[in-house]
Structure formats: C-alpha cells, structure tokens
C-alpha cells in the first residue's frame, strides 16, 4: 500500500446492538461473526458484554463496537445505556419459535425506535435455518415483515453454521454508511 492509498482509509467506530428474544441466537451470531479475534470486555454491573471488531474495507477501517445483553432481555435498568450513541441494530428473530418472530414488531423495533435517533438502521434476520423440519416462519413471512417494518434489509443465517453471518453484519456496516452519506 503506498503513503497516498494509507492516507484515503477513513476510519469510522458504530456502536451497534442485537436484538430479540432469549436464545434466538444473538450471542452466537456475535461470536462467529468476530470468531477468534473479538475482544470482549465483562461489565457485571451493566450485565452486558461490550464485543470489539474491526471490519476492514477497502477504503475504510471500521470499528463496530456491539453490546451484547447477557441473559437479561429485559434490561430495564441499563436500557438508556444500552442505546445511547447506537447508529445500527439486528432485529433477530428464532425461524423455529413464532414468538420470537411476532415479539420483533411488538417489542424490540419499538424499543430501538423510541431510544435511537430516527435515522439508526436496522436489518430483519430470521437466524437458526440450518432447522428446517422445526422451522414454522418461512421465508416470506420474514419479507413481508421487514417491509412492513420499513427494515433496511432481510436475511436468513445459521449462527451454528456460520451461514449468512458475515454477510448480515457487512450489510448493517454498508447501510449505516449509506445512511451517514459516507461515499467509500
Ligand atoms: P441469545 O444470545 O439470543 O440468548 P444464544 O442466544 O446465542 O445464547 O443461543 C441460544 C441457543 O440457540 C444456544 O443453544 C445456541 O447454540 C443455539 N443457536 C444459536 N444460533 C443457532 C443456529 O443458527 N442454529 C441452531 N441450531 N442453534 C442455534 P444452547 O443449547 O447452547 O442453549
Ligand atoms: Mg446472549
């Protein structure tokens, strides 16, 4: 890389959140995205773990910074915390559990809605589709939510076997510049 081509890598931090029912996968879909290289830092206080990755484009270096709630959906009490400076959100959802599916518009879009500036960005993911004879949310289902919702983008993944992951979180990382009126 010459000195000019050094000079042109912009660098940018998101702080980024994931959301969605117990155990549809949010911390697995955290941990193959960031596979060996993520940094996790405990705060026990928060009950959150706070996750570093660096995602390296071509013309920009960005630092997503991800909360990452520890078993307390709830979160009531850190909840301001939990949003504050948040640009981006994944809306997840469990392909096998409708709940999850019905509780992403009655619950979390509104909840990021009511604590995130109006033009964060948020992308529909539909994980766990590696159980397909368990599945009971098909894919056009997802669609028409994600469009109802006004969703930056729907996609399906498999946090066990690392399908779509990266894909879901580069699409958040794109969106969010888009959004920013960052031209790479
Ligand atoms: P959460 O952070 O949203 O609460 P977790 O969810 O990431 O802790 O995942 C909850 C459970 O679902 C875990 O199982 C995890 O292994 C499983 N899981 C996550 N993603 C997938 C997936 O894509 N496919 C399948 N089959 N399972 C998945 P355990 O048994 O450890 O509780
Ligand atoms: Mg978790």
Sequence with gaps: MTVEETKELREFVFKITVLGEAAVGKTS?????????????????????????????????????????????????????????????????????YNTFESISSKWLSDFKKYVRKEGV???IGNKIDLEEERVVPTEKGEELAKKINANRFIETSAKRGENIEEAFLLLVNQILSNHGVVL
């Design 122 to 124: 948020f992308i529909l």
């Design 29 to 97: 879909l955290i941990n193959m995205f960031c596979e060996g290289t993520f940094k996790e830092d405990y705060a026990p206080t928060l009950g959150a773990n706070i996750v570093r990755k660096d995602v390296n484009l071509e013309k920009a270096k960005i630092r997503l910074i991800m909360w990452d709630l520890a078993g307390q959906e709830k979160y009531s009490v850190i909840r301001s915390m939990y949003f504050q400076g948040c640009v981006g959100a994944l809306l997840v959802y469990d392909v096998t559990r």
